[in-house]
Structures are given as C-alpha cells and as structure tokens.
C-alpha cells in the first residue's frame, strides 16, 4: 500500500517468481512483496512447497494495481515451461 494524491490509498499486487533451494521455481502473487518473502523464508506462514525448500531468493517480480488482473498474471506463468519463466528472468520475455 501508499499514499497517491491527496492522501488516497493506492493498493498495489505482486506477482513474484522465487527461487527455492532445489532450484525449483515458486510462483505466487501478493500485496506486500517483502512480508510474503520473509513469510516464505522465515515463518509458519510461508507456503508449505517454499518451507520444505527454504531459503528462497527473490528473482523477479511485477507490480498491478488490479488483483484480478495480478492473478490472471499469475495464472499464466504459473502454466509456463521453465525455459520462459527464466527468459522472463533474464528480461527477454
């Protein structure tokens, strides 16, 4: 969250690609993108597919001003070979 014009709240969503230790790929969508990292890393909240493979590295990550529009993101990377996800890492995708 912060503040637009006039002291408006502007919410904002991530969808985010971690690394976990195994090297496998996570692939989730939040509202506070540096809460859920230490959640994934640090605490009882965090995924049960990131605890077991812990620590994670954040790699990449897009901002939305819309959930549904974040999750719709999510969804189709989520659905991507490993090959596109790490182009969309390397910025050429």
């Not at 909240?45 to 605890?51: L, M, N, P």
Request: charged share 40%; with cysteine.
């Amino acid at each position: 969250m912060r503040e637009g014009r006039r002291n408006e709240i502007i919410m904002a969503f991530y969808v985010y690609i971690l690394e976990c230790a195994d090297r496998s790929f996570y692939i989730g969508c939040t509202n506070d993108l540096e809460k859920r990292l230490q959640q994934h890393n640090e605490s009882k909240w965090g995924a049960h597919y990131t605890k077991i493979r812990r620590p994670v590295i954040l790699k990449y990550s897009e901002e939305f001003k819309i959930l549904k529009e974040a999750r719709q993101r999510e969804a189709k990377i989520k659905g991507w070979r490993r090959e596109k996800k790490l182009a969309l890492i390397k910025g050429k995708e």
